[in-house]
């Protein structure tokens, strides 16, 4: 069964410090990697996505990394701010690429 | 409406009695997806439409749950004789064509399910 492995489960950043959360993927046969944000009560929302013809892509203070050949993919959030605080899935398409399979979370609380 | 609108946002029933959960996808999304999510946990595919069909019924956890798709645009998952261990937060999500594999998803807040 298709797996994504997302760590650490939970993550607490001071205001200003850099968030990392990693992410580890097993099919290979759909190059999109996206990572969804969730609000508690909310549902998830499309945060930033990568399509790996680049090894990294950055939009504002959010950086996914991609090593390929580790079948891993990173999110990078600089100068973490209180508002960051949220859980952070990662995904990849499945075999067909009519769906998503999400790893586990990732809850991250930034400490004023 | 502009986004994906679920409802109920809250249901408590009683262990036993059957549920319906109802999505109204985003106008021209012809694909609609179901996930679960248990307290703190990650997201659980459940089921997947393209149109109307159902290609990917995989993710059912048990001939408890079945779901449907009238029209290419609401969607009904039910639940019979529910179980304590049902309880969980149901989102539902579409995107433009099998997007879902390498575009967007858009969800809804949820409903939110407690079985007592």
């Known amino acids: 069964q298709q797996q994504v492995k997302q760590s650490p489960q939970s993550l607490i950043v001071q205001k200003g410090g850099i968030s990392i959360i990693n992410c580890a993927y097993e099919?290979?046969?759909?190059?999109?990697f996206p990572w969804y944000q969730q609000f508690p009560g909310k549902g998830p929302a499309l945060l930033i996505a990568?399509?790996?013809?680049?090894s990294e892509k950055k939009e504002g203070r959010f950086t996914i990394s991609f090593n390929k050949s580790a079948k891993q993919f990173s999110l990078h959030i600089m100068d973490s701010q209180p508002g960051d605080s949220a859980t952070y899935f990662c995904a990849e398409p499945d075999n067909a690429g009519n769906m998503l399979t999400f790893g586990g979370g990732t809850r991250l609380m930034v400490k004023p | 409406g502009a986004g994906v609108s679920q409802s109920p946002s809250n249901k408590v029933t009683e262990k036993g009695k059957d549920v319906e959960l109802r999505c109204d996808p985003i106008s021209g999304h012809t694909a609609l997806y179901w996930y679960r999510q248990s307290l703190g946990q990650g997201l659980e595919f459940l089921i997947y439409f393209q149109g109307n069909s159902a290609p990917d019924k995989s993710g059912l956890p048990s001939d408890r749950f079945s779901a449907e798709r009238t029209g290419g645009s609401v969607s009904t998952l039910t639940i019979q004789r529910t179980q304590q261990e049902d309880s969980a937060v149901y989102l539902c999500?579409?995107?433009f064509g099998a997007g879902g594999g390498t575009g967007e998803l858009f969800f809804g807040e949820g409903s939110r399910l407690t079985v007592l």
């Open positions: 990568i399509r790996p013809d680049v």
């Open positions: 099919n290979t046969a759909f190059d999109y």
């Open positions: 999500a579409s995107s």
